[in-house]
Structures are given as structure tokens and as C-alpha cells.
């Protein structure tokens, strides 16, 4: 942190003259007219446009712009923006799993959906590999804080992310970009749309590609590892016969063709019986006495190259009719993902365990709204919300393959000390069904209370079957599972406009999220014992303000959860070969501050600052083997978290300017598993970023060279044990490059 914030500092004195220019420079003429102040930030986190100070929700809204500025590419990199918000890096390199103010879990598998729910332009996304492809031609973001039980459903007991494409505008309207930068990334992103047809039909289309050399060199082959390909598309079209009525269908795919994400190497410090195993030297070797010494995080040695294939496409039709005094809304969607990841999972030179995962989800979902309209005692809202979800899997493990011999395949096949490769494909059936609503009513001219409901009812249907599926095929176990699960969610809140800037308000609210079955490999089927519902009872208060003529906002806001049955990840590591499991822990509490400052004294200077204080501990968790992880910190729950930054603007003879972004963030030690043992633990680290523009007279080219991870901090972001081994992942190294913007 300690260089982060020296570094902010010194930039901002050393820019102190340039802001003070700034501040007394007018803008050229021709050139966009920017207010003084902070402007005005519209979000729809309780499904109508509002200003985001008038919303009684902890909300972090970033406009698409600042997506770019900031060089957001998917929800993993909003952290640098939302303290508070987590993620942790899984088995490939388009999936993960989202935490915020400490709540998620870090289960990879293709049946989870978390506890953070992520939406693109009102669609829930289910699967995991699907969330990587939509931060493009963004509108914006809003990360909602805290259970959205009520407007948005089962699996948001952390919140809600909500991503907004760019709509088709009502002249013609085009933006592009093109960067080139290290390890010969390339990224060309672009868009545009207008009207076709008068005002009755206008289309957008935009698109995506990102290209990169890996930076992990295998040793062993002297190939470069964790490269990037992949591109995304999106098709926009917009129907309005007249202005009552809004049909708007959205088609959108992409690929990934890059590599799965390869690990580092660390020994257990254990043979294959248990016993001790390190070298002479003391360093842990893993079983077959192989151990990653050089402490090289871009080097590694792989018998097995990762490759990844996913597949997405996904489609949507939106209707909404005004109506007098209500509106009525329909969305309804389908998303499929294909995936394929083959992985080095041991990551060593030795064949000791081999990954490949393939998953097929399918989900069609179907929401109505009516809501009320242009009322200003009462605002309204009930819904029907279904979804569907049809997931095959076919995943296996090729486990200890080191010990086969090729030309005696069927005589060194030994399914009784696991080796072979072992399949687990299973199947799982989603059905949900909901009902909600939920009022504002406005007693006062100053006061408002809000209350929702909403009742839900999940079902999941579990066939599960694993298998030696090697030269012969020797069955292990068969399971089929039912079960139904219901909830009835609630919101309520009060809040009072003490002054034309400053809301106060207080809430409390419960989240849910349904039970199910854990979708990892199994031999036994106690490892396949369904788990409940988890709940999470919220209570929050906070203000929200803007002082000084709109120059300043600051908004805090205070919260304690009660988290009971949360669900949990784990892996059973009590024989050789570790064993995945998702159990229900007893209870947590979570408790915390959060504070929000931004600041902009002129048109050409910005600064802010986000600071999250959390505390986080298993109230009552009783594990595996007795296990008392009782007052341990809960997974990725960083105690103190912190993102600041500034942007400067300094006018140039001939009316274009220079800007100059920095930003940086901060956060304190967590664990990546319940134990909170020293090998799942993440020191803390600081991260800092920047962007130097150029911008001509009206600001519709953009040159600019930028930099993110300057200080190549590398910290960890995943562990899994293996066999005598652990798989460890790393964050990405230090990348710069120069980008060409436009837009008219």
C-alpha cells in the first residue's frame, strides 16, 4: 500500500500546478462543455431510472468511460474500482468466482452459481465461463451491495452486478479502438449503430477482439504459456412503432481459443503414503520427489499444454408497453456456453494428474414486470420471474498416469489404488419459479419507506455417475437426486431527503440462495449429500451526499449481516487424493463500514477514494474430521480494502489537451479456504495503474500509452491441493502498450 499511496501522492503534487491551470482554463470552442461539478449518474438497480444518490442501496456505479480509462475487461478487474469486491481465479481462464463484502463462494464447478448475480442488460448469466464476455461497448456498471432478494432473486445473497450495453442511438453514431501492448497483446474493440428506419427501427453492432502471447515459459518445451484468444459480438436492434411501445431483440456470441490457465508447482512436502518427503535442503517435495525450486513465476515445467475452447451465444427479446399509469415489461432470454478445458493440474513435469472439463449448460429464463409510472406518492412493482437450466457435464481426471505403462495399458490399469481415468459426468435440472413485488411510498415530501417480498421455489434434479472409463470400463457410482427448495425473500428500508444533497437511510433485507449438490468428482455417495439453502439477514445505514456545489460526494454507509448455513467449498485431503466437497457451515457474522469520496473542483480535475472496513469470521463451522474452524476469517474477506485515483486534464496550444490517469488499490491479508492455513494465505499486496492521453480539440481521438500492475506486484489468486501437491495461481505480470481511440 505504502507505494501505491506514495505514488498517488507525489503525482498529485507534482500535477498541483497543472490542476490549478486547469482549473482556470476554459474549454476550447468545438470541444464537448463539461459542468463544473460532479455530474449526475442515472442507474435502474431498482428497475426505474433513478439518480444514484436518491437510491437507498449501497451502489457503485462506473460509466462506460470509465470502463476504458480504468481498462476494465471483465467482472474480475472491477475490484480495482469496488473495494469490497473479490474474486478468486479458478481452473480456467473464463471462469471465476465473485465475492463482495465478503460473501461468495469459491466453488469452480460447473453447476455453482454463486452468490454474486450477474446480469447483462436484465438477463441473469448461470454459467460460470459465460460472465467473461460481455465488458464491452459497456453503457456502464453497477455493482449493487448487499442481498437483492426482492428484484432480483435466488442468488444474489452477496448482490448483484449489472452490465448495460451501448442502445442504438437516434443519429448515426461510431467508436472504436485498437491497442497493442506487451507480450503482443492485441484488442480492437468497436461499435456502431443508428437509425434504420426513421424512428420506428434503429440497430447497434459491436464487437470485441483480444489476442495475447503467453508470458509462462514451459521449460520443457520452451513454448510461451497462458495466452490469449478470444473474441465477442453483439447485435442490438430496437422496434418502436410508436412511443408507447419498445421492442428490442439482442443477439450476442463469442469463442475462446486460448490456453487453460497453467500453474505454479508446490510440494506437500509428503510421499504417496503419507509420509515425510523433502529434500535435503528442506524444501517439500511432492510424491514422486519433483519440486519447482527457482521461485520463477513466469517459468514452469508442464508435460501438458492447457487448452481451452468455450463457446457462447445468447439471445433476448425485450417488449415493454407504456400504459397510462403502468408499464408492463417482458424479457425473455436464452444463453448457452460450450466448454472444453484441458489442464496440467499437477503442474510438473510429471503426468500425475490430468484435467479435462466440459460442460454444456443451457438456461432460458422469463421475466414480466408491472410497474407503476409517473406516480409521486407511490412507485410499485410486481413480477413473475422463471428460469430453466438444463447442465451436462463430462468431465474426467487422468490420475497418476505417471505409473501406466503405454505398451501394458490393461495390466498397469489399478482402479483399486486409482489410477486410471476417471469420469464423472453427471447431468443437473434447474427450475425456478418466482413472484415479487415491492413499493416506495412516500409519506412525506422528505420521508419514504420501501417493502418487498418475493416468494421462490427451486428445483433440482441431480443424475450423477462416475466411472474407470480407461481400456475397460469399471463403474464406481451411480446417484440420482431430487430435491425442492422454497424462500420467502424481504426488503425493507426508510429513507429521508434531509437536504436537497443528503439522503440518509436504513434498511434490512434477507437474501437466499437455494441449496443443491456439489458438482466435483465422487467415489461415495455421502460426498453427494445435498446441501441446504443458505440465508443472509442484512442491516445496513448510510447517507448519501454531494457538498460544495456538487464538487464533493461522499457517501458511507454501515452493515451487519447475519449469515446462516452458508455454503462452503472444501477439499477432504484425509487420504491421497484430495476430494471435493460443499458442506453448509453453521453460522457467520459480517460487519463492516464503507465510504465513498470523489471529488472534482474543476472540469479538467478528478480524484476519488473507496475505503471498505470488514470484519468476517465462522461464528460456528464445524468441517471435515472435526474440524473446528470456528472464528476464522471467511474466504477472500479482506479486513481493509482501499482504491483511489485522480484524473488530470492540461489544455495544449491549439485546443487539445493532455490527460493524465493514476490509480491504485490496496488490499490486506485473506485466505482462500476456511482453514486459514499459511498455505492458503494471500499477503497483502497493492496494485497501481496508469494512462497518459492526448486528446484532440473535440475530444473524438484519443491517443494514449498505459500501463496496469506498474509495480508487477504478483500475489496469489487460487489454490487447490492435487496429490502430494499443490496448484497455485498467480495474478498476471506488469502489461503496457499504447491505444488509438475514436468516436463521432
Keep these: 500500500m505504502m507505494r501505491v499511496a506514495a505514488l498517488l501522492s507525489v503525482s498529485l503534487l507534482a500535477l498541483t500546478p497543472l490542476a490549478a491551470q486547469a482549473q482556470e482554463a476554459a474549454p476550447p470552442e468545438g470541444a464537448p ?14 428497475r426505474r431510472a433513478q439518480n444514484v444518490q436518491d437510491v437507498p442501496i449501497s451502489i457503485a456505479a462506473i460509466s462506460g468511460e470509465a470502463l476504458s480509462q480504468a481498462g476494465i475487461r471483465d467482472p474480475r478487474d472491477l475490484s480495482l474500482l469496488v473495494p469490497g469486491l473479490s474474486s478468486q481465479a479458478g481452473t480456467a481462464a ?3 468466482s465473485l465475492f463482495l463484502r465478503g460473501v461468495g463462494i469459491g466453488d469452480f464447478n460447473s453447476n455453482t452459481t454463486g452468490a454474486v448475480g450477474v446480469y447483462v442488460d436484465d438477463v441473469f448469466l448461470g454459467a460460470n465461463a459465460g460472465k467473461l464476455f460481455n465488458v464491452f461497448d459497456s453503457d456502464g456498471i453497477e455493482v449493487l451491495k448487499g442481498p ?9 445473497t452477496a448482490g448483484a452486478i449489472r452490465f448495460t450495453s451501448r442502445k442504438p442511438t437516434d443519429t448515426f453514431t461510431a467508436n472504436g ?14 461499435g456502431m449503430g443508428g437509425p434504420i428506419a426513421g424512428d420506428v427501427l434503429k440497430a447497434r453492432v459491436s464487437g470485441t477482439y483480444l489476442k495475447r502471447d503467453g508470458w509462462l515459459l514451459n521449460r520443457v518445451t520452451g513454448h510461451k504459456l497462458n495466452d490469449l484468444d478470444m473474441w465477442a459480438g453483439r447485435a442490438i436492434v430496437d422496434f418502436t412503432p410508436n412511443s408507447d411501445v419498445l421492442v428490442r431483440a439482442i443477439v450476442h456470441g463469442g469463442q475462446n481459443r486460448g490456453g487453460a490457465r497453467q500453474f505454479q508447482h508446490r510440494g506437500q512436502g509428503v510421499d504417496f503414503a ?19 525450486t527457482d521461485n520463477n513465476l513466469n517459468a514452469g515445467d508442464y508435460d501438458v499444454e492447457g487448452k481451452e475452447r468455450v463457446d457462447v451465444f445468447g439471445a433476448s427479446l425485450t417488449a415493454s408497453v407504456q400504459f397510462d399509469k403502468v408499464s408492463l415489461t417482458s424479457i425473455s432470454a436464452y444463453e448457452q456456453v460450450r466448454r472444453k478445458t484441458l489442464e496440467d493440474t499437477d503442474a510438473s513435469p510429471n503426468n500425475v494428474l490430468t484435467a479435462t472439463y466440459i460442460d454444456r449448460p443451457d438456461q432460458f429464463s422469463q421475466e414480466i414486470r408491472l410497474q407503476s409510472r409517473d406516480s409521486t406518492k407511490v412507485n410499485w412493482i410486481v413480477g413473475g420471474y422463471y428460469f430453466h437450466d438444463n447442465l451436462v457435464t463430462k468431465s474426467s481426471y487422468d490420475i497418476l498416469r505417471v505409473f501406466r505403462d503405454p505398451n501394458d495399458l490393461l495390466g498397469t490399469f489399478d482402479p483399486v489404488n486409482s489410477i486410471g481415468n476417471f469420469a464423472f459426468p453427471y447431468t443437473q435440472k434447474t427450475e425456478s419459479w418466482a413472484a415479487f413485488a415491492q413499493a416506495d411510498v412516500k409519506l412525506t415530501d422528505k420521508l419514504t419507506v420501501t417493502g418487498g417480498l418475493r416468494y421462490s421455489t427451486d428445483k433440482i434434479d441431480f443424475d450423477f455417475h462416475s466411472a474407470f472409463d480407461d481400456v475397460i470400463f469399471v463403474p464406481v457410482l451411480d446417484f440420482t437426486g431430487s430435491k425442492t427448495f422454497h424462500d420467502l425473500s424481504w426488503r425493507g428500508a426508510v429513507s429521508y431527503q434531509a437536504s436537497r444533497d443528503v439522503l440518509l437511510y436504513a434498511s434490512a433485507s434477507k ?11 465422487s467415489s461415495d455417495p455421502a ?28 457517501n458511507a454507509a454501515g452493515f451487519y449481516y447475519n449469515y446462516k448455513d452458508l455454503q462452503v467449498f472444501v477439499f477432504d485431503t484425509s487420504g491421497t487424493i484430495p476430494v471435493q466437497r460443499k458442506l453448509n457451515a453453521g453460522n457467520a457474522e459480517i460487519y463492516g463500514v464503507e465510504a465513498e469520496l470523489q471529488a472534482q473542483p474543476s472540469r479538467n480535475f478528478n480524484a476519488f477514494v473507496n475505503l471498505s472496513l470488514l470484519h468476517a469470521r465462522y461464528k460456528t463451522f464445524t468441517a471435515l474430521s472435526a474440524a473446528d474452524y470456528s472464528g476464522n476469517q471467511l474466504v477472500n474477506a479482506p479486513s481493509v480494502a482501499v482504491s483511489a485515483g485522480f484524473t488530470v486534464t492540461q489544455p495544449l496550444p491549439g485546443d487539445s489537451a493532455l490527460r493524465l490517469r493514476m490509480d491504485g488499490s490496496f488490499q490486506s491479508e485473506t485466505f482462500l479456504a476456511p482453514d486459514n492455513l499459511a498455505s492458503n494465505r494471500v499477503a497483502p499486496y497493492a496494485l497501481a495503474n496508469a494512462r497518459l492521453s492526448w486528446l484532440s480539440r473535440d475530444e473524438k481521438l484519443e491517443l494514449a500509452l498505459w500501463a496496469k500492475n506498474i509495480t508487477n506486484t504478483r500475489f496469489t489468486t487460487y489454490v487447490s491441493p492435487v496429490i502430494t501437491m499443490d496448484e497455485v495461481n498467480y495474478n498476471d505480470p506488469a502489461t503496457y502498450g499504447v491505444q488509438v481511440s475514436f468516436k463521432f
Excluded: W
Design 177 to 190: 479502438s485498437a491497442s497493442y501492448g506487451r507480450y503482443n497483446e492485441i484488442q480492437l474493440e468497436g
Design 148 to 156: 437483492q432478494g426482492t428484484l432480483y432473486g435466488r442468488n444474489t
Design 511 to 521: 437474501g437466499y440462495n437455494s441449496g443443491g449438490f456439489a458438482g466435483g468428482s
Design 274 to 292: 503419507g509420509n515425510p518427503n523433502f529434500s535435503a535442503s528442506g524444501v517439500p517435495l511432492d510424491g514422486l520427489g519433483y519440486a519447482d
Design 94 to 96: 473464463t471462469t471465476t
Design 527 to 554: 460426498q453427494l449429500k445435498p446441501f441446504r439453502s443458505e440465508k443472509l439477514y442484512a442491516y445496513e445505514a448510510g447517507f448519501k451526499s454531494e457538498l460544495l456545489g456538487r464538487t464533493l460526494r461522499f
Design 33 to 46: 462543455k463539461k459542468s463544473e461539478g460532479l455530474g449526475e449518474i442515472v442507474v435502474t438497480a431498482q
